[in-house]
């Protein structure tokens, strides 16, 4: 598939209501394949991006410029298709896998979002909004990324980056095709790293937060009870699914933190990657928000989270399935290797991705 040109003209919005329902969950197919999938919600249109980004892409690492320290040019060792918000310009990824094999999904974090401070000592720095290109430019593995952030700053200044009062608050899980799962926070100005052993990420609070909660639900069980004995009465269940009574169906994030994690541990294994496909596929669909259910005030105006678009990307195969808001019954298909070929960048935002028509099936059932 060709990527067109983007229109290099793209306002950044003076505000910005956050979005607060983004769900990842990756699975591992039993013949290895791995499979990381995302929804991305936000309240108003972020006019997100598809961005192809080939080897060697020029990436500045730079400080505050407060700070007056030098800028230096890398180039990047992978090529990386990913998806970035159109009104944020310099195409900031925030969902990508690499041609390495390693994916990321970023996830507001609101109240509890603070990134590094850089001293005039520090070597090496990166800004949030850089931090995708560079971390899938760069690294292969979740293991070679790790080692990497220890001794890397990751900053933000709106004033300094021109994003306004858009919402930069962000954590990230990094999964990688032998499927090490990473989640990485920016806490109290400090690195945090959790193994991602849930194989979930949801927004607020932070991860050691949704781990602990999940203590909460131990109760339930893909096997509910068939029928008690109520004195002479033998009482039947309604029908199947009443282990699972207590998962929460709202759609805050702890609630799509319990509710994945408990669909991706108890379902049937996917065989291969396209059944892990589907399985990832499955889950997320527990998780998607129509326009209208997830609102909010702000100010005068109610505004609501709704499901932009989902990625489902095959970090084996380097496959990535995509669809947006307006085409969520059918997922488009991407190539990776065919766009990593091309060898040139390229960008096309994703509402306007060639999506099908409705098929017509009539004659199927026509003698």
């Not at 990756?26 to 936000?42: C, F, K, N, P």
């Not at 060697?56 to 407060?66: E, F, H, K, W």
Request: one cysteine or more; charged letters at 15%.
């Amino acid at each position: 598939m060709v990527l067109r040109t983007l229109l290099s003209s793209v306002c950044v919005l003076a505000t910005l209501n956050a979005s607060l329902a983004c769900t990842a969950v990756d699975v591992v197919a039993g013949d290895g394949t791995v499979v990381a999938g995302r929804t991305m919600e936000w309240a108003v249109d972020m006019k997100w991006t598809l961005v192809s980004q080939p080897v060697g892409t020029s990436l500045t690492m730079s400080a505050p410029p407060s700070l007056g320290l030098p800028a230096r040019t890398i180039t990047t060792k992978y090529a990386v298709v990913g998806v970035a918000p159109g009104v944020i310009p310099g195409n900031a990824l925030l969902e990508g896998q690499n041609s390495a094999g390693l994916g990321m999904s970023a996830n507001f974090l609101p109240g509890f979002t603070q990134y590094q401070t850089v001293t005039p000592q520090d070597r090496n720095y990166v800004s949030v909004l850089s931090f995708g290109t560079w971390s899938l430019g760069s690294y292969a593995t979740v293991a070679e990324l790790k080692a990497a952030l220890q001794s890397t700053k990751v900053w933000f200044d709106a004033a300094a980056l021109g994003t306004g009062d858009t919402p930069t608050t962000l954590h990230f899980v990094f999964t990688d095709k032998t499927g090490a799962s990473v989640v990485v926070e920016y806490v109290a100005g400090e690195l945090r790293l959790y193994d991602n052993a849930t194989h979930v990420l949801t927004n607020a609070p932070t991860y050691d937060w949704q781990l602990l909660n999940v203590r909460n639900y131990l109760n339930v069980s893909t096997v509910g009870v068939q029928s008690v004995r109520i004195g002479t009465a033998n009482v039947t269940a309604l029908g199947q699914g009443g282990g699972m009574v207590g998962i929460p169906g709202d759609y805050t994030p702890p609630s799509r933190f319990v509710r994945a994690t408990f669909l991706r541990h108890h379902a049937t294994q996917p065989a291969t990657g396209a059944d892990a496909v589907q399985a990832v596929g499955h889950i997320l669909n527990t998780v998607d928000i129509p326009l209208g259910i997830a609102q909010s005030r702000d100010g005068n105006q109610l505004v609501s989270d709704y499901t932009q678009f989902v990625a489902i990307k095959d970090l084996t195969n380097n496959r990535l399935m995509i669809t947006d808001y307006n085409h969520r019954l059918t997922y488009l298909t991407l190539d990776l290797n065919t766009i990593f070929a091309q060898d040139k960048p390229a960008t096309i935002p994703i509402a306007d991705l060639p999506y099908p028509k409705g098929i017509d099936a009539t004659s199927s059932l026509k003698k």
